[in-house]
């Protein structure tokens, strides 16, 4: 067993040997899916409508196993399941506040409105003479 410093096989490329008439074909690490697992807590704890955090986060985790076990192609598919909760939730969890602001605004607009025409209704004058009888 060869325990030198530096071993051959952490050398760069260039620094080893190639032999000319032979080819190698160097195949990268298989793209590991993410889990979305971080992402899917925030959708669980802080905007959780309609349970799509949860459910993200059961995919999460799901993704995660599957990952662990070596299963690339089902921790893709539930990575995919959990992206896809994910954003419905964010989504809704940011379109639901701004729809409720909005009308919000457009009610305290009506009302006001409707507060200056009753005053104007009250304020009304019946006879163009009531003035001169004071």
């Keep these: 067993m060869d325990t030198s410093y530096p ?4 050398l760069p490329m260039t620094s080893r ?14 793209v590991v899916p993410r889990d979305h697992l971080i992402w899917s807590i925030f959708n669980t704890i802080y905007m959780n409508l309609c349970c799509f955090g949860l459910v993200a986060l059961a995919y999460s985790v799901k993704a995660r196993d599957r990952k662990v076990t070596g299963d690339v192609e089902t ?14 939730a964010t989504v809704w969890s940011l379109l639901l506040p701004l729809l409720l602001l909005a009308l919000a605004i457009t009610g305290v607009i009506h009302l006001s409105k409707l507060a200056q025409e009753s005053m104007d209704f009250f304020n009304y004058k019946i006879f163009a003479y009531e003035d001169d009888r004071k």
């Design 75 to 88: 921790a893709r598919y539930f990575s995919s399941r959990a992206k896809c909760c994910n954003i419905l």
């Design 7 to 10: 071993r051959e096989d952490f």
């Design 17 to 30: 040997k190639q032999d000319p008439s032979s080819t190698a074909i160097t195949i990268g690490p298989s």
